[in-house]
């Protein structure tokens, strides 16, 4: 094993070398280079971002199965969810397209909410999680492809489109994907892998002693 | 703000490397292959390896697709009364005669402004790394760090398509289709994301350490 110099960060964007140094509640540190957050004091981030994941993860469901909106044309509804848009571009030969919003808004956001509950939720009840190595990786890797809020712009963009030549009535998954966005930025925001891996340390650290 | 100073301790300087999955600081050999972060098992790099060429190869990709992007069709509509095959911008257009200024303005950022800010960028970035640029470092950090953050942004247009193309199958009433060009639109969305992704903001900060460094 390689020795571990004690509180010692790398800027991630510059590699400057600093000292972590505990912070007050809501404050950022960041890099005395070139500017860049280094990590954050989350407050009781590992309770906090498990509530939003959880309750996100409920909602994903709602979002993804009823209708976002629906237009009528003449006597005729037609209404659409996010899984039958996916689905009916798929049947139309767009495959590509329907890959890329299958990919970005249903399977991303979907390992997202299940990686999160399955480190968290081991942690809060006191124990190790299973392969948290995995699930860390597999949170930093997929980070950026989760496209909720881009999606939640791309819906409003639709409506308004519609409302120049349809009658549009918005749906149950409308109002889901909404607070579903809000949601996820909270757990975005209370996320914290430092606290994460500090606690990892901690337990580990005690399992051996 | 501190003015740059060049005597600042990096973490390669020290021979030590920050692990990109849990970003413990570890010793590391600047000549031994293949090691393994002490805390969570990732292999060490002290720059992403190959970023330049991954980056240029990813970012030349872009340019090449992003012509068909804009020249095909992006959006067929047609209902009884018109019919009309819009591309990127003169789907912009559109919206703006219509008189739906906020959706065009919005589009018009997703779609036309953040693609072309992000080929050129990346562009200036990768030169200025080759060239080994001294000029305005906390400029070009700053640069990259609006370039991870917008990038998602373009898919926009890929959604409404998609919402659109899915939603409007009324028989002959109205139809919409999606065109030959929101495949390659998609791609440079992807292939910009995975260049920004591969380039190293670390590089930009290298020439102004005194020692050579690699991988
Ligand atoms: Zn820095």
Same mark, same amino acid.
């Given at each position: /094993? ?21 912070? &007050? ?15 954050? &004091? ?32 003449? !006597? ?61 990786? +597999? ?24 409302? &120049? ?43 051996? %002693? | ?39 969570? !098992? ?36 047609? %209902? ?10 003169? !789907?912009?257009?559109?919206?703006? $005669?219509?008189?739906?200024? /906020? ?14 800010? $992000? ?8 030169? %200025?790394?080759?060239?080994? %640029? ?20 373009? /898919? ?14 009324? !028989?002959?009433?109205?139809?919409? $289709? ?17 260049? +920004? ?12 350490? $005194? ?5």
């Amino acid at each position: /094993m390689a020795d571990r110099p004690a509180q010692l960060i790398a800027c991630r964007e510059c590699d400057l070398l600093q000292r972590d140094i505990p912070l &007050n509640p809501g404050c950022t540190a960041s890099c005395r280079r070139c500017g860049a957050v280094l990590y954050r &004091n989350a407050t009781d981030s590992i309770n906090r971002t498990l509530a939003y994941t959880l309750a996100a993860g409920m909602l994903f469901l709602v979002a993804n199965f009823f209708p976002i909106f629906s237009i009528e044309v003449s !006597g005729d509804r037609s209404a659409i969810t996010l899984f039958g848009a996916v689905h009916a571009l798929w049947e139309q030969g767009v495959r590509t397209i329907s890959a890329m919003v299958f990919i970005t808004a249903i399977l991303v956001p979907c390992l997202e909410l299940f990686s999160l509950t399955a480190l968290l939720l081991p942690l809060k009840l006191g124990f190790v999680p299973p392969s948290y190595t995995l699930f860390m990786r +597999t949170l930093q890797f997929i980070e950026p492809w989760g496209m909720v809020e881009v999606f939640m712009l791309g819906v409003l963009v639709s409506l308004v489109k519609l409302t &120049n030549n349809f009658r549009v009535i918005p749906g149950f998954a409308l109002y889901s994907f909404g607070l579903l966005t809000l949601l996820i930025a909270a757990a975005a925001a209370s996320f914290s892998a430092r606290d994460i891996w500090n606690r990892l340390d901690e337990m580990l650290g005690q399992e051996e %002693s | 703000m501190t003015p740059v100073d060049s005597g600042m301790p990096s973490a390669v300087g020290n021979g030590l490397c920050s692990c990109h999955v849990c970003r413990l600081v570890s010793r590391r050999s600047r000549f031994s292959r293949h090691e393994h972060c002490p805390r969570c !098992g990732a292999t060490l790099h002290f720059r992403k390896p190959g970023s330049v060429q991954r980056c240029w190869a990813l970012l030349i990709a872009s340019y090449i697709l992003y012509i068909p992007a804009n020249l095909l069709v992006m959006m067929e509509t047609g %209902s009884l009364i018109n019919y009309r095959k819009d591309t990127i911008v003169s !789907g912009v257009v559109h919206l703006w $005669k219509t008189g739906s200024w /906020m959706i065009a303005v919005i589009v018009f950022i997703a779609s036309v402004a953040i693609p072309l800010l $992000k080929l050129f960028s990346l562009t200036f970035l990768l030169i %200025s790394v080759q060239r080994r %640029s001294h000029w305005r470092p906390r400029q070009r950090t700053r640069l990259f760090r609006l370039l991870e953050a917008v990038g998602r942004w373009s /898919m926009l247009d890929i959604y409404v398509v998609t919402l659109l193309a899915a939603l409007v199958q009324l !028989g002959s009433l109205a139809v919409v $289709k999606a065109g030959p060009a929101a495949v390659a639109f998609g791609a440079v969305v992807v292939f910009t994301m995975f260049a +920004t992704m591969q380039f190293d903001p670390r590089l930009i900060w290298d020439p102004l350490q $005194k020692e050579d460094i690699h991988d």
